[in-house]
């Protein structure tokens, strides 16, 4: 089971905490549909509505600067029952230009990031020229220091692969494509049969090995699947850069260009193989676990005990596979599709995983196939990449120095009050509720209850044992990937370590992962506008405060309500609960398959989790924010808006961005999150107290018939 992100891939740092080292989000399945024709469909919102609320404290009239808003970033000509979204955030969608090397501008995750990279450029740059005695300055100045030294890389250009290239051409048969994979996979490659540690879904005191469906070049499997005309032409694009990598890797021009097609349908027969979008979010169905008899029967033309012996667990007796059909699909594949075709898929394969690592060509080359998903016009500064990298490798060394800096105690302080605030409001949350009978009431409580949050920072500090060559970027990458994949595997069958964190402290992002019951919030995201010391409580709860009632949610959203209290895959609920339960995310899934963005529908039952979990934290965060404000002497008016107002502002300009057309339907086909206009939208409609801060009538677009609240 995979940790829940605040935000994907491509904008801030993914999620860890999954069933492979690499971090990395997983959409997770929507429910089965519900028979509605046994099932009352959800309650209309009532026809009259109680005007907005009234304070009778006095009244301290403040700016929207000061209370931690921002007036330009507004669209006062927009009525706020009609798009508040664009209410909020019209001032800066007009305004912002995107930067040339991104998919997406944004006032939170986008601009919290680069104010992030810019501090760690300069202790980077530090650690590089003058690192003096300190090992870890030492360390992560030579990782650093060698990613910038492009003159290097271009000297030895694809040198540093060519063993591997050498190695892939022994594939022959099955049985050494299969030793082929298993070098590459030890060496920190993923290539075809992804392979990790996870947590057992039914056991969650246990690490066990975990498979996922793999072996793509794309994104995911509709994109090999779709006939459309874009599809096709996005197909042939991919085509021209395998060929390309093909080249690269010795082949000539013609043999690269024929097997450039081979490899496009190789990998298609693959995708077939692989579940939907839809089908990955559902923890029971991709919790198939097997013995060591039953996956070599399963895929019997894979050399699994070698794999075992090289992943030094040759006692594993037990793995649990996402997708069984994946298995079976890629051992026929194994036999039916030539060794000249393997060769080239593995080339390639090594080719575009080390693209980055090599020369300025090649790197530009991988960069300019995936501009054509985002619709970012330049690469990003290499210093940017290098940072990122470092990150990536010694994300704990970075961590341990960007916390001492960036993350003073008053914040953690705050931050914990927060999450209090927003756990005590989901315990009179559930007390409340009428749906739900007293049983799983009791469940639900004692779930809440057991949560754990961490914040700002792990407990303890990873360490790096791997050597660093302070001049050669591609050596260094793969001390790293393969150090990583070491420490991985070795954590199969040993207890779960609740300390690790699957995201290091600089990174602006937050998640939940159901199979420890655990919120992390790390230093990175606690930043304006998400939160300032100097924000008013109101906006700073609109803000973070969504956040952290949002990743709350996740472990009742229809994914995580499926794990009990100790993480595991067990079911807590009364039938007749579970089916009204059903009911409601049926009613989210509906609600936001009819919104669109850049023409592309959403796909609402991929996204239900998240919009759960929005429309949960919206309403988390509100409850939490009147609680704490509860003992003010006063009520603080900013430029004529009320607190409820200055909330729900909070959390609408905390989203607001601006993207491409490009990045934006590539999201809509791979993102398990909704565009931030629905993430505010679609959340503050089902959300009645929004509708009573801002009188909005019954029938306005922000204020539906029909309600579409699960918690």
């Not at 024929?258 to 349908?265: E, P, Q, V």
Request: a neutral charge; aromatic letters at 8%; glycine letters at 8%.
């Amino acid at each position: 089971m995979k940790a829940r992100c605040a935000l994907p891939l491509l904008v801030a740092a993914a999620c860890g905490g999954g069933t492979t080292s690499a971090p990395t989000t997983t959409p997770a399945p929507a429910p089965a549909p519900v028979d509605t024709a046994k099932v009352a469909p959800p309650p209309a919102a009532p026809d009259t509505q109680a005007p907005p609320l009234k304070s009778t404290k006095p009244v301290t009239s403040k700016s929207l600067q000061a209370v931690g808003l921002d007036a330009a970033s507004m669209d006062r000509s927009v009525d706020p029952c009609d798009d508040f979204y664009q209410f909020a955030c019209g001032g800066y969608i007009k305004t912002t230009v995107i930067p040339a090397d991104k998919p997406i501008a944004m006032r939170s995750f986008v601009d919290i990031s680069d104010k992030n990279l810019e501090y760690l450029h300069g202790i980077l740059d530090a650690a590089r020229t003058k690192p003096g005695a300190d090992p870890l300055m030492q360390k992560v100045g030579a990782y650093y220091g060698a990613c910038l030294d492009e003159e290097t890389a271009n000297k030895l250009g694809t040198k540093p692969i060519l063993p591997w290239l050498t190695q892939i051409k022994s594939v022959k048969d099955p049985a050494s494509l299969s030793t082929v994979i298993i070098a590459l996979q030890m060496a920190g490659f993923s290539p075809l049969i992804p392979l990790g540690s996870t947590t057992d879904p039914g056991d969650a005191t246990k690490v066990i090995a975990g498979i996922q469906q793999g072996g793509l070049g794309l994104p995911e499997r509709e994109y090999y699947l779709k006939t459309d005309d874009a599809a096709k032409k996005l197909r042939d694009t991919y085509e021209a850069y395998v060929a390309s990598t093909l080249v690269a890797g010795g082949y000539a021009q013609a043999d690269a260009t024929r097997l450039a097609g081979d490899i496009l349908a190789l990998e298609t027969a693959i995708a077939k193989t692989h579940k939907d979008r839809v089908s990955m979010r559902d923890p029971k169905g991709t919790y198939n676990k097997m013995d060591r008899a039953a996956l070599a029967k399963a895929m019997p033309h894979f050399a699994w005990d070698k794999y075992w012996a090289a992943a030094k667990v040759p006692t594993l007796k037990e793995i649990t596979v996402s997708t069984p059909d994946f298995l079976t699909g890629v051992d026929a594949l194994i036999v039916s599709t030539k060794p000249e075709v393997w060769r080239a898929y593995l080339t390639a394969y090594v080719v575009k995983s080390t693209a980055p690592l090599l020369t300025t060509e090649l790197d530009a080359a991988s960069f300019k196939f995936r501009a054509v998903l985002s619709g970012a016009t330049e690469q990003e500064p290499r210093w940017k990449r290098c940072v990122q990298s470092t990150d990536g490798a010694l994300g704990e060394i970075i961590g341990q120095i960007f916390v001492r800096d960036r993350f003073a105690g008053d914040s953690k302080k705050a931050a914990e009050a927060e999450v209090a605030a927003i756990v005590s409001a989901m315990g009179d949350n559930l007390a409340a509720l009428s749906w739900m009978d007293p049983t799983t009431k009791t469940k639900a409580a004692e779930k809440l209850k057991a949560m754990v949050s961490q914040i700002g920072y792990p407990k303890k500090w990873r360490t790096y044992a791997f050597k660093l060559d302070s001049k050669t970027y591609y050596a260094n990458a793969m001390s790293s990937r393969r150090a990583e994949t070491v420490r991985d595997f070795a954590k199969i069958g040993k207890p779960v370590d609740h300390d690790e964190w699957g995201m290091t402290a600089p990174t602006v992002n937050a998640y939940y992962d159901p199979s420890q019951n655990q919120m992390v919030f790390p230093a990175g995201i606690l930043q304006p506008p998400f939160y300032s010391i100097d924000a008013s409580i109101p906006v700073n709860l609109g803000g973070m405060g969504v956040v952290v009632g949002h990743e709350l949610t996740h472990g009742f959203d229809d994914e995580g309500s499926q794990y009990d209290a100790q993480g595991n895959l067990k079911s807590w609920w009364q039938p007749e609960t579970e089916k009204l339960f059903k009911q409601r995310t049926q009613c989210v899934i509906d609600q936001y398959s009819k919104y669109q963005i850049s023409g592309v529908n959403l796909n609402g039952g991929s996204t239900v989790g998240e919009n759960i979990a929005d429309i949960g934290g919206v309403k988390l965060a509100l409850a939490a924010y009147r609680t704490l404000r509860a003992p003010a002497p006063d009520t603080v008016v900013a430029d004529g808006f009320s607190e409820d107002q200055q909330f729900f502002l909070g959390f609408g300009q905390a989203w607001c961005a601006k993207a491409r057309p490009e990045f934006e339907k590539m999201r809509a086909a791979t993102d398990p999150h909704s565009p931030a206009r629905w993430r505010v939208d679609g959340a503050l409609s089902a959300t009645p107290e929004f509708s009573r801060a801002w009188s909005c009538k019954q029938g306005a677009k922000m204020r539906p018939a029909n309600a579409c609240v699960v918690w």
